[in-house]
C-alpha cells in the first residue's frame, strides 16, 4: 500500500513537474525533454497499474508508448534544429511560421 | 511492510531531483544529463515493479537511444544552446499551471489509492516475455496499436527528414 502510494504520488508529482516545465522553458530542445518527464511519468502509472492488477496489458501498452515517445522525439528534435539553423539564440515564441 | 519499498523510496527520490534539474537547469548538457540519472532511475521503478521487459525497454531506447539522441542535438547546436532568461510572467504562469495540475491529480488520484490499490502476491506472474508478448501480438488485444506504430515510426522518419531537406541549404 506505502509502496503504491509513493509510485503513485511521485508519477503525479513529476507530471505536474514536466508541465511546469513545458511553459517555463523558451529552448525547444528543454521543452522536448519536459514533455519526455511527462510520459514518462504516464507510463509509470501504466507499469504500477499493470503490477496492481497482476495483468500485463500494462506492461504491453508501455512498450507501445516508449516507441512513441522515439517518434515525438525524432520529430520534436528535427523541428528544433530547424528553428535553431536561423535563429540564436532561440526563442519559441519568435518564429511566426515554420515552413515545411 | 513491503521488502521493496526502501529501494522503491530511492528510485523515486533520484527520478523526481533529477526531473526538478532537468525543468530548472540553465546548461542544455547538463540537463541531458540529468534527464539520463531520470530515465535510469525510472528504469529502475519499472524493474522493482516486475516490469522487467519494459526496465530492459526503457534502458535501451530512453536511455541508449533517445537521451543520446538529445546529447547529439545539443552539440550540434550553434551557441550549445543557449536559452533566454524566462520573463516572470511565464515563470508565474508555469508554476501556476503546475500546482492546479497536481492538485487536480491528486483529486482524481484520492479515490483510487483509498480504494485500495494493493500490490497483491500476483508479481511473480506478470513480466514475462511470453505474457507482454502475447498482450502485443494476441489478436483482439494490442495487435492493432502495436502494428500501427510501425507506419508511425516511418512516417516520423520521412516527416523529419522531409523538414530537414525542406530547409536546407541550397547543396
Not at chain 1, 52 to 71: K, P, R, S, Y
Not at chain 2, 88 to 109: D, H, K, W
Not at chain 2, 126 to 148: N, R, Y
Amino acid at each position: 500500500m506505502l509502496t503504491t502510494v509513493t509510485v503513485l504520488s511521485t508519477s503525479a508529482v513529476l507530471f505536474a513537474l514536466g508541465a511546469t516545465g513545458v511553459m517555463l522553458r523558451r529552448n525547444p530542445v528543454a521543452m522536448l525533454m519536459c514533455v519526455e518527464i511527462m510520459l514518462n511519468a504516464g507510463n509509470l502509472v501504466l507499469v504500477l497499474g499493470s503490477r496492481a492488477q497482476g495483468n500485463d496489458a500494462g506492461q504491453a501498452t508501455a512498450l507501445i508508448v516508449l516507441v512513441i515517445a522515439a517518434a515525438e522525439a525524432v520529430v520534436g528534435l528535427g523541428l528544433a534544429l530547424v528553428l535553431f539553423r536561423n535563429r540564436e539564440p532561440v526563442d519559441v515564441d519568435e518564429p511566426r511560421a515554420v515552413r515545411g | 511492510m513491503d521488502v521493496f519499498f526502501a529501494p522503491v523510496l530511492a528510485a523515486c527520490v533520484v527520478a523526481f531531483f533529477s526531473a526538478l534539474f532537468v525543468v530548472t537547469a540553465r546548461g542544455a548538457i547538463r540537463a541531458v544529463v540529468a534527464l539520463l540519472a531520470h530515465s535510469l532511475a525510472i528504469a529502475a521503478l519499472y524493474a522493482l515493479l516486475a516490469a522487467g521487459l519494459v526496465a530492459v525497454g526503457q534502458l535501451l531506447i530512453y536511455s541508449g537511444a533517445i537521451v543520446v539522441l538529445f546529447l547529439f542535438v545539443v552539440a550540434l547546436l550553434p551557441p550549445g544552446g543557449r536559452e533566454l532568461s524566462s520573463q516572470p510572467l511565464r515563470v508565474t504562469a508555469g508554476i501556476l499551471v503546475g500546482l492546479v495540475l497536481l492538485a487536480a491529480l491528486f483529486t482524481g488520484l484520492g479515490p483510487a489509492t483509498a480504494g485500495g490499490l494493493q500490490l497483491t502476491g500476483a508479481g511473480a506472474e506478470i513480466g514475462s516475455v511470453t505474457g507482454v508478448g502475447h498482450q502485443l501480438f494476441d489478436a483482439g488485444k494490442l495487435l492493432i496499436p502495436f502494428e500501427l506504430t510501425a507506419p508511425l515510426l516511418l512516417v516520423a522518419i520521412i516527416g523529419s527528414v522531409a523538414l530537414w531537406r525542406r530547409q536546407g541549404a541550397p547543396s
